[in-house]
């Protein structure tokens, strides 16, 4: 059975939380959170959105941030997160 959709307003404010896999390590140095922080800033200038807070941890991503009217909180998540796990596969040599 497939989860309901997400119930997004523009104007509300959403604290979310990426994991990833089995606990395993998001950022393994200081390049990996320079990268994430980079491409952060990259997205929300092009997506519109206000970011009010973020904690980056080993394992974890918190942000809290008010989706903009041209772009879903889903594309915009989805933007981040598959651009950065592809520049982290590249660095790592992974596939």
């Known amino acids: 059975m497939a989860r309901p959709l997400r119930i ?3 104007d509300l404010h959403y604290h979310v ?3 990833c896999n089995n606990e395993a390590y998001r950022f393994e140095t200081d390049e990996d959170f320079a990268t994430y922080l980079d491409l952060l800033q990259r997205v929300k200038k092009r997506h519109g ?4 807070n973020y904690e980056l941890m080993n394992t974890h ?3 809290f ?3 903009s009217e041209r772009f879903s909180l889903q594309r915009t ?3 981040i997160n598959a651009r950065y796990a592809w ?4 660095r790592k040599k992974r596939k």
Request: glycine letters at 0%; hydrophobic letters at 45%; aromatic letters at 14%.
């Open 61 to 63: 991503v918190h942000l």
């Open 65 to 67: 941030l008010q989706p």
């Open 8 to 10: 997004q307003e523009c």
């Open 87 to 90: 520049d982290y596969n590249r």
């Open 49 to 52: 959105f206000k970011l009010f």
């Open 77 to 79: 998540m989805q933007m």
């Open 17 to 19: 939380i990426v994991r």
